[in-house]
């Protein structure tokens, strides 16, 4: 035959194909499957080797600790049915419920023991180990002082008790017990498979949901753990957790009713998202700092009077709103507010306009001995992002109108941090999730004594000091007052720039119901349901 | 044919085993390590997980050791996949992306040669100059232009097929990303082959088939198209290899979980094994892609056979 008639059959059986394949895809549904773009590929399911949102979501959906996250995100019972504190606030003593693992043994005490010792050990290197450093020993022992993991604060005197005795009294440390590095780990399954142990087929769980199949770049599912002791309550039957960075893509698939939630979304169609999909763009307050950090050992970043010019000529108000499109709050102070019922301390001049801030920041500089002739030159880094460029970009124009001259630099994330950790800056863009939700979290940032947090090396001994008390203080009022203090100090040394406090995003399609916004933006699939 | 193919396959060993050291090295170059994140890790940890993969050791007592485990087949953890060897990653993937890879290639070579074909049949007609247009079209707009506006199209507003993922592998999840990675080489082959028809139509040996009165189809299949490929086969070799490597971007928007994300990634995440695995992939494939065109050109022209 002749290519033109070659072609026409080509033709003809293409459309056929395609109108089989359409037929295929249209599949039958029977489960109630929940599809939830996830952004990032897990690197691993073992809870001592996770650190990223991404991970949490699907590890806090398959493990469960002593104290588990309700609808809200606030701390519940999990494994533990009840617990108490001594008088001294050292000692906590949790009762276990009757709880099985996913292949039917028996959640134990000895499980959590097992657990801590494990992420505790400078072995494992978990990179969140720190977060349990109340916990008495736990520091001494990851830093390697100590190298018996029995010295560390937490024993099993029968299998439904666990005692946890902590270094000092630690008001957060409940809620801190939801943190996946709290989790137990089933024993019996790490020393039969070793390091193979957290692989699909063999992965052991005690959570609501159970890993079923993990297609690296593609997607992990998990399924209702029947053995889960709350599982008649659950209204999801699988879960399917999709890697998608990119978020345009993303969203055009949430729109096809392939995605029901996405957990990130691209900014600039936030207003687009608001008239054509109406109440399912949501943005809600989280508990995180945007900051730029200022290295205060190099001059003149070393004078006060420098950094605060460069904080006041900041025109937080359109960050949110303008620049990145979703409203996001000017920060005035170093935590975000809504930590705990704590009043964070503001800066002092956060209430006058932008033509006095930038008035008053002029005078600062040319009383440190900068003018038009003698122009402030400084570096402003970040790492290669959009909204950080944006953000970057807007702000060094900001400068410019009180007569900085800023050279912008950007690297890639990894290089961004490590040039930061060698204290190789000017200024630089930096943020902060927190771990938990108390002020400590934020305030260490700027500690002396944490040079690996404190990029801008900011050292003031009266600072540490009310930190240090504060640790040492059992009534919760006398400790938010002391931190208060530290704060204000922080704010009056313009210790570093605070720009905006971090808003979750989410899209979640009107057939979800349970997704509750919160400042942890944490939402278990154990309180989700979907309608058809 | 056979002991050509072999010796071939010998001598570039050497050139594999002198681009691995390169790589290794270079590699080792580039700022920041696999542990640098937005959470700083504490200096006791850092020193832990770099004992842990022997990132502790001297640069040329890794260098050994990796090229060691190169040699049986163990191309060592991956640093960001912590559930998951390099190999393991990598044999996951593949799949996906000869897949999707290879159903492009075929695509693109039917799509050009038929088309390339019908132009120089007909050439310096409307038909062949529509056709050129939307060639043009095809290799000039980015793909990652053509997926969203497919996705767009295809996926949100008329709900044909869907938008991306590999779902269940059936035909309709590759469709879009398959037509999206096709097409500029589908273009390129068009015009290549319009191009080399052409000049093979004006061969002495198409001149003598017509005076023996062998009507003009026959003539185009049997005598013309297999010399008129050689020069599409020339772009074949290298263009295998871009299909199978360069589809980076359409497994990116379309949620494939090929290996194309793991050439940048890993590179960005310093994730050092995964990098020097994907090399060696690479290379490999590169080099058997040379050979099978080789072999191929003297298939196709028995005048490159008698040299």
């Given at each position: 035959m002749n290519a033109v008639a070659g072609l026409k059959r080509l033709a003809a059986a293409a459309a056929f194909g395609i109108a089989?394949?359409?037929?295929?895809?249209?599949?039958?549904?029977?489960?109630?499957?929940?599809?939830?773009?996830?952004?990032?590929?897990?690197?691993?399911l073992d809870p001592h080797k996770v650190s990223g949102d991404w991970e949490n979501r699907i590890v806090g959906d398959i493990f469960e600790g002593l104290v588990a996250e309700d609808i809200n995100a606030e701390p519940i019972p999990g494994m533990a049915t009840e617990w108490s504190v001594s008088d001294d606030g050292l000692v906590y003593t949790f009762k276990l419920r009757d709880a099985m693992w996913s292949d039917g043994t028996p959640v134990k005490a000895?499980?959590?023991?097992?657990?801590?010792?494990?992420?505790?050990?400078?072995?494992?290197?978990?990179?969140?180990?720190?977060?349990?450093?109340?916990?008495?020993?736990?520091?001494?022992?990851?830093?390697?002082?100590?190298?018996?993991?029995?010295?560390?604060?937490?024993?099993?005197?029968?299998?439904?008790?666990?005692?946890?005795?902590?270094?000092?009294?630690?008001?957060?440390?409940?809620?801190?017990?939801?943190?996946?590095?709290?989790?137990?780990?089933?024993?019996?399954?790490?020393?039969?498979?070793?390091?193979?142990?957290?692989?699909?087929?063999?992965?052991?769980?005690?959570?609501?949901?159970?890993?079923v199949e993990w297609v690296p770049n593609s997607h992990v599912r998990t399924v209702i753990n029947d053995k889960y002791y709350d599982a008649a309550n659950l209204k999801i039957d699988?879960?399917?957790?999709?890697?998608?960075?990119?978020?345009?893509?993303?969203?055009?698939?949430?729109?096809?009713?392939?995605?029901?939630i996405m957990t990130e979304f691209p900014t600039d169609q936030y207003e687009w998202m608001q008239q054509n999909l109406p109440g399912q763009a949501r943005v809600a307050p989280q508990a995180g700092l945007y900051y730029y950090v200022i290295n205060h050992n190099k001059p003149p970043f070393d004078d006060v009077r420098v950094r605060q010019a460069l904080s006041m000529a900041i025109y937080r108000e359109v960050i949110g709103p303008q620049v990145l499109g979703t409203g996001e709050l000017p920060a005035y102070s170093w935590v975000p507010p809504g930590m705990a019922g704590y009043e964070p301390a503001y800066l002092d001049w956060k209430d006058l306009s932008q033509d006095e801030k930038n008035a008053k920041a002029k005078e600062l500089l040319a009383e440190?001995?900068?003018?038009?002739?003698?122009?402030?030159?400084?570096?402003?880094?970040?790492?290669?992002?959009?909204?950080?460029?944006?953000?970057?970009?807007?702000?060094?124009?900001?400068?410019?109108?009180?007569?900085?001259?800023?050279?912008?630099?950007?690297?890639?994330?990894?290089?961004?941090?490590?040039?930061?950790?060698?204290?190789?800056?000017?200024?630089?863009?930096?943020?902060?999730?927190?771990?938990?939700?108390?002020p400590v979290n934020f305030l260490e940032l700027l500690k002396g004594s944490l040079p690996e947090f404190n990029y801008g090396r900011y050292n003031n001994p009266?600072?540490?000091?009310?930190?240090?008390?504060?640790?040492?203080?059992?009534?919760?009022?006398?400790?938010?007052?002391?931190?208060?203090?530290?704060?204000?100090?922080?704010?009056?040394?313009?210790?570093?720039?605070?720009?905006?406090?971090?808003?979750?995003?989410?899209?979640?399609?009107?057939?979800?119901?349970?997704?509750?916004?919160?400042?942890?933006?944490?939402?278990?699939?154990?309180?989700?349901?979907k309608s058809e | 044919?056979?002991?050509?193919?072999?010796?071939?396959?010998?001598?570039?060993?050497?050139?594999?085993?002198?681009?691995?050291?390169?790589?290794?090295?270079?590699?080792?170059?580039?700022?920041?390590?696999?542990?640098?994140?937005?959470r700083p890790l504490p200096p006791v940890v850092r020193a832990n997980l770099e004992a842990h993969y022997g990132l502790d050791r001297s640069l040329v007592e890794q260098y050994f050791s990796y090229m060691g485990n190169v040699l049986i087949g163990d191309l060592g953890p991956s640093f960001t996949n912590d559930d998951f060897t390099v190999a393991e990653l990598l044999a996951i993937g593949l799949p996906y992306t000869f897949t999707i890879g290879g159903a492009a290639f075929l695509l693109a070579i039917l799509i050009g040669v038929l088309t390339g074909t019908f132009s120089a049949l007909h050439r310096n007609s409307g038909v062949d100059y529509t056709i050129a247009a939307v060639i043009m079209t095809g290799?000039?707009?980015?793909?990652?232009?053509?997926?969203?506006?497919?996705?767009?199209?295809?996926?949100?507003?008329?709900?044909?097929?869907?938008?991306?993922?590999?779902?269940?592998?059936?035909?309709?999840?590759?469709?879009?990303?398959?037509?999206?990675?096709?097409?500029?080489?589908?273009?390129?082959?068009?015009?290549?082959?319009?191009?080399?028809?052409?000049?093979?139509?004006?061969?002495d040996f198409i001149r003598t088939a017509k005076a023996k009165g062998i009507g003009g189809t026959l003539t185009v299949r049997r005598h013309a198209i297999k010399p008129a490929l050689l020069p599409v086969l020339s772009y074949l070799g290298p263009a295998a290899g871009y299909l199978l490597t360069g589809s980076l971007v359409v497994e990116n928007i379309f949620g494939l979980p090929g290996i194309g994300t793991y050439f940048i990634n890993a590179a960005l995440n310093r994730d050092y094994g995964m990098v020097l695995g994907t090399v060696i992939f690479y290379m490999v494939l590169i080099i058997v892609l040379n050979l099978i065109v080789d072999v191929a050109y003297a298939w196709l022209d028995p005048r490159v056979r008698a040299r």
């Open positions: 089989s394949a359409m037929l295929v895809a249209a599949g039958p549904v029977s489960a109630t499957t929940l599809h939830i773009h996830n952004g990032g590929d897990p690197s691993s000895s499980d959590f023991v097992f657990a801590f010792r494990r992420l505790m050990d400078p072995a494992t290197a978990a990179d969140y180990a720190y977060l349990q450093y109340p916990v008495k020993n736990a520091e001494k022992i990851n830093k390697g002082e100590i190298t018996d993991l029995a010295m560390l604060g937490i024993e099993a005197p029968d299998d439904k008790t666990v005692v946890i005795t902590l270094e000092r009294p630690t008001p957060y440390f409940l809620g801190g017990l939801t943190h996946y590095t709290a989790y137990p780990l089933p024993q019996h399954v790490l020393e039969a498979k070793g390091d193979d142990w957290v692989k699909v087929e063999n992965i052991v769980v005690n959570g609501p949901y159970k890993p699988e879960v399917v957790f999709y890697k998608l960075e990119d978020e345009s893509a993303a969203l055009k698939r949430y729109r096809a009713g392939e995605f029901d440190a001995g900068f003018g038009p002739d003698k122009p402030l030159k400084l570096q402003l880094r970040y790492n290669t992002n959009e909204n950080h460029k944006r953000i970057a970009v807007a702000i060094a124009a900001m400068w410019k109108a009180i007569g900085v001259e800023t050279e912008l630099y950007n690297t890639e994330t990894k290089v961004h941090y490590d040039e930061l950790k060698d204290n190789i800056l000017d200024v630089a863009r930096a943020g902060w999730l927190a771990d938990y939700i108390d009266e600072f540490d000091a009310l930190l240090d008390k504060a640790a040492l203080e059992k009534d919760q009022a006398k400790r938010y007052a002391l931190l208060h203090e530290a704060e204000a100090i922080a704010m009056r040394d313009n210790a570093g720039l605070p720009i905006y406090y971090y808003i979750s995003r989410n899209v979640v399609s009107p057939k979800i119901s349970g997704f509750n916004d919160n400042i942890k933006d944490i939402h278990r699939t154990r309180w989700l349901s | 044919m056979f002991g050509y193919a072999v010796k071939r396959l010998l001598s570039t060993i050497p050139v594999l085993w002198i681009a691995l050291t390169f790589c290794f090295f270079v590699l080792r170059l580039a700022p920041g390590g696999p542990f640098d994140l937005e290799l000039i707009v980015p793909n990652f232009l053509v997926a969203p506006i497919l996705q767009l199209i295809f996926g949100v507003q008329l709900a044909w097929l869907p938008v991306g993922g590999w779902g269940n592998g059936s035909i309709a999840f590759l469709i879009l990303p398959v037509v999206v990675l096709a097409l500029p080489h589908a273009a390129r082959i068009s015009r290549l082959m319009r191009g080399s028809m052409i000049e093979t139509l004006g061969a």
